[in-house]
């Protein structure tokens, strides 16, 4: 009897301290800007039209000159599109991204003068079926909060 009320105690402790720990975790929130969401509503149609289909999608709150990493499962073979939208005041915007082994992929970088700056967009086959991740960051001095899209495309059609 007594070891049994020693496990309940100790399962509710486990629990209480996994509740408080939990209550650290840091969640991707969405955010709402019109002009992204024109952006990426306009760069939607254009890749439709070109053959490529949503995977994934996602208006994400960032933080300046901290990566957000995003990860997304990918078949051999197969044509991707990922699009990443940063907010239109930042001034440096970077995307990564990285296969399941930490080898860089892919890589780009855009300052806020260049022509679309704000857009990162780039195609990438996977030699192998996996997990990627994509870590998009971009620089801000007059704002902490920014907000930013991306997007994961697929060719369906040739």
Known sequence: MKSFFHTI????LFLQVGSVTAQNVIRQSACNDPFIVHQADSIKLELAKQG???VKEASM???SEY????IVPLTE???YQFVFIGDITSRLYEVRMFDWNERQVAFQQKKWGDVDGNVISYSYIPKFSEYHMMKPVQINKK???????VMLLKKVKT
């Open 77 to 79: 073979g197969s044509w």
């Open 9 to 12: 105690l100790f399962s509710f």
């Open 61 to 63: 709150t960032m933080e």
């Open 52 to 54: 490529f289909m949503i």
């Open 143 to 149: 704002k902490k909060n920014l907000c930013g899209y």
């Open 67 to 70: 990566e957000m990493p995003v």
